[in-house]
């Protein structure tokens, strides 16, 4: 039994005709998850990429920057020098003989004619008797001269004797008169032996030297003291022979002595010397300075500068601000809570201060960077740690 025709039965597509129209679907949905996968990986991706980080705040100390000020650069030239007293004495004995007493040592004040030392003074004293009397001697010769003198006036006038006798007498009379003079002379010189004998200090000042002990003999002119003022103290400095032309008496220094850190002591030019010294080519200038409170011991070493000119007011910083780059010079500054870089042109400079002055290209009141802190960009946010740390506590 038959069902139905071949004619009415549905017809079934082909298996090569089902196929060809399968292959283009598989490769539009091999597509579509390529892309989702891809979408997914990137979407995945950028959530997980972290937040870009803001650039640090560079936080810089008081010590670690300079405020730009208005100052006088003085024009100077170093000096060095060995300090020494202005005034100072070498006491000798004028006598000779044996030391009696000494009575100061080193490092004692003492005042002008305070007794120093005394010398035994037997031979002087006898010395002294024996001019005395010669002197004595002299007198008596010169009394009796003088009464034959005026004798022989009478019998002159009276014409008893001539006038050669006369003259005679007259004559015996000067020679005595002269002898006794000579003998008076002695006496003093005598006395004034005895006086030397006692050694006194001839300035106010103190005991740098002592030449002598007790028992000791000594020679005329022998030396027995030493004796220094240290209210004055002077340098002998040499400068350059070049620099002459600017150097004149009156001209302030400022010195610095070993022993007393970064204090400064005020000098005055007082001396020039007017030749140079054959080997180095300069010449020696003696500042004077003052040790009224005597710190300053002679024979310290002092160093400094002696100013030749005061110069013009310009805005002045630390020379450690300065950077240089490719020839050109600039500093970095703190300005609105950021870096700044500002070239620079440069005037005077001065070494021993550390200081250097700005002809152009920063205004008074600005605060540079004088540290030598490194990796400094324009534009990098920066702030003064003191002025963080009280807007936090804030």
Known sequence: MLFGSQKDSPQLPSPRRTRRFAKPAIAVALVVVAGSLIAFRVSSARKEEPAKAPAPV???????????????????IPISGSLSPVVQSTVRSKVPGEVRKVLVREGEK???????????????????DSQVAALEEAKAKLSIAAKNRDNG???????????????????????????????????????NAINDAVVRAPIDGIVARKAVNPGERVAVDGELFAIVDLARMEVEAPVPAAETPGI???????????????????GRLERINPTTEQSSRSITVYIAVSNRDGLLRGGMFAKGSLVLDDGEP???????????????????????GKIGRHPVTLGRRVEESGLVQVQSGLAPGATVVSSRATGLKAGAPAVLKDAAAAAKAS
């Open 58 to 76: 560079l936080e810089f100390t008081q010590a670690d920057v300079a405020v730009v000020e208005l100052r006088r650069l003085a024009r100077a």
């Open 153 to 191: 006036m009478q019998l002159h006038k009276q014409g008893f004797i001539s006038q050669n006798a006369f003259d005679t007498t007259q004559s015996a009379f000067e020679a005595a008169a002269a002898a006794a003079k000579s003998a008076d002379a002695q006496v003093r010189l005598a006395r």
């Open 314 to 336: 310009a805005p002045t910083i630390p020379a450690t601000a300065v950077r240089e780059e490719a020839g050109q010079a600039f500093v970095f500054t703190i300005e609105k």
């Open 110 to 128: 003492v005042a002008r004619g305070q007794l120093l030392a005394e010398i035994d003074t037997a031979d002087l004293q006898a010395r002294l």
């Open 248 to 266: 004149r008496a009156g001209q302030a220094a400022t010195l610095r002595v070993d022993g007393f850190g970064s204090r400064e002591f005020a």
